[in-house]
């Protein structure tokens, strides 16, 4: 089971960490990623880990202000996201997968195993 967790209201311009702890089983094996889907909107890549997190990638929209992490150790994965604008609105979800050749599969939903239930970040202008 997958948590997300550390959403709520922000300004733009804000900092936002959101956290996906790892229950009854270990995320150690599995490649991560976040999520996110606005009202009205499909669900949009937001950015992967590759299972020993040498390898990260993010999506067009928020490359160079959003950060993916992973502590196997803690089993968690984090979303460190910053300048935050009014289009980051959405519910973001976590996900794990095990798929091979993750390198060029890290942006389709269909690869990811587990889903978290998603924690709502709402950024205000």
């Known amino acids: 089971q997958l948590q997300a967790s550390g959403g709520g209201v922000v300004q733009a311009g804000g900092s936002l960490r959101l956290s996906c702890a790892a229950s009854?089983?270990?995320?150690?094996?599995?490649?991560m990623g976040w999520f996110r889907q606005a009202p009205g909107k499909e669900r949009e890549f937001v950015a992967a880990?590759?299972?020993?997190?040498?390898?990260?990638y993010y999506g067009d929209s928020t490359k160079g202000r959003f950060t993916i992490s992973r502590d196997n150790a803690k089993n968690t994965v984090y979303l460190q996201m910053n300048s935050l604008k009014s289009e980051d609105t959405a519910v973001y979800y976590c996900?794990?997968?095990?798929?091979?050749?993750?390198?060029?599969?890290?942006?389709?939903?269909?690869?990811?195993?587990?889903w978290g239930q998603g924690t709502l970040v709402t950024v205000s202008s």
């Open positions: 996900a794990a997968g095990v798929s091979s050749f993750f390198y060029q599969t890290y942006y389709l939903t269909e690869k990811y195993n587990y």
């Open positions: 880990i590759n299972w020993i997190g040498g390898n990260t």
């Open positions: 009854g089983r270990t995320i150690s094996t599995y490649n």
